[in-house]
């Protein structure tokens, strides 16, 4: 394998890691005005798609009672624009607020330690499971939850088992709901059925997640269907449709950004005395960014700049456009390869991953973080 990557030198390494602090420190040093009308803006836009694509799901549903040929039009596109409306939600406003991006505004609306999203899964697991362990040790091997989700082999790094034979099917199913396993996904169900937990000890967690997936079930399965009266049911099949839209994309967006084909995995071992400049270069190796522009930067949260949102998880995503530019600048004076490309690109590697380590394969050959005369 030819390496991307030049082995850095602990005193490059360093180097590394203040010029992508000082980047941090200049970014936030202009956080005001034009970054809360932002975000207040993303607000009144979740807010105003989700009453135009309800409004337009309720109007395909009562047109049986006066015009039959407007029930899907606007069904159809009621359940998409509650999709998108979804999707902001979801991605430009929970995931960025709920990192503690907006905290400086004051705005309790925008409080990252209190906000909780429209999907099955709390806000209270998300910071555990994605906030600290992913953040603190993104693609570290036993540490990061995330390599996989525990569903799939994606690396081959990761230990093959004969299960991994039906991953391809088995993402297809997780895409389609991928919401139920961020929800379930720090309930840890395989301690538990391998008896490592307690049944009491797994209701004590399950009920906190039990009362959010039965609140989201009843907002959108129940309460808006039963609005429509006896015309429920294109209610009800907008809302499962606009859910699905959402978990498809937003598993895309998450899994191109980690999983691609160059993206890398870690030991346990490299965060031992891991130095500042070092978690900024595992954090880049393990990322991957998707190019596309300003409509693809706002629907996937600018999680099209994964390498960015992986050094700053704490800065306005909004931000990461202008920041990338110097970023990019800062790797290529040290010989790392910046990870992007076109979503079909992107997520064609993540499709060859699923796929190939479905079957046995080979750790790959990586170039090491630290020159191996320093790092002796």
């Keep these: 394998m030819t390496f991307r990557n030049r082995a850095l030198s602990p005193a490059e390494l360093d180097r590394f890691g203040e010029e992508l602090d000082d980047l941090r420190k200049r970014t936030v040093a202009t956080l005001g005005q034009r970054d809360a009308n932002y975000i207040r803006s993303i607000v009144a836009w979740v807010r105003w798609t989700e009453v135009a694509g ?31 409306s979804k999707i902001l939600e979801n991605m430009e406003l929970g995931h960025n607020v709920i990192h503690g991006q907006y905290d400086w505004m004051r705005d309790p609306h925008l409080d990252g330690k209190t906000y909780e999203w429209d999907i099955v899964g709390t806000a209270d697991n998300w910071r555990h499971t994605h906030n600290f362990r992913h953040h603190t040790y993104t693609n570290v091997r036993g540490l990061d939850d995330d390599i996989g989700y525990g569903l799939l082999r994606i690396f081959p790094e990761q230990r093959w088992r004969a299960y991994y034979l039906m991953q391809p099917v088995i993402a297809v199913v997780f895409a389609l709901l991928f919401e139920w396993g961020v929800a379930i996904q720090n309930l840890k169900l395989g301690r538990w059925i391998h008896g490592k937990v307690s049944h009491r000890q797994m209701w004590r967690m399950f009920k906190p997640v039990g009362r959010k997936m039965a609140r989201q079930i009843v907002k959108d ?19 499962v449709v606009a859910n699905i839209i959402r978990n498809l994309w937003t598993y895309t967006i998450i899994f191109c950004g980690h999983f691609t084909a160059e993206a890398e995995t870690f030991p346990k071992d490299c965060v031992r005395n891991e130095s500042r400049g070092h978690w900024y270069l595992r954090q880049l190796r393990g990322s991957s960014n998707i190019s596309g522009g300003w409509l693809i930067d706002v629907l996937s949260g600018n999680l099209s700049h994964q390498i960015e949102h992986h050094f700053y998880p704490d800065v306005p ?19 790392q390869h910046y990870n992007t490309g076109s979503l079909p690109k992107q997520f064609g590697q993540v499709v060859w991953r699923i796929v190939r380590h479905a079957f046995p394969s080979r750790p790959r050959r990586v170039a090491p973080l630290v020159a191996a005369s320093e790092a002796a």
């Design 54 to 84: 309800r409004g337009l799901l309720y109007l395909g549903a009562f047109s049986l009672l006066f015009a039959p040929a407007l029930l899907w039009p606007a069904c159809v596109l009621g359940a998409l624009i509650l999709g998108l």
């Design 221 to 239: 399965y129940v309460v808006f269907p039963a609005l429509a009266g006896p015309f429920f049911l294109p209610v009800l099949l907008g809302n």
């Design 317 to 335: 995503a909004n931000r990461y456009a202008a920041m990338a530019v110097e970023v990019r600048e800062i790797c290529k004076r040290y010989g």
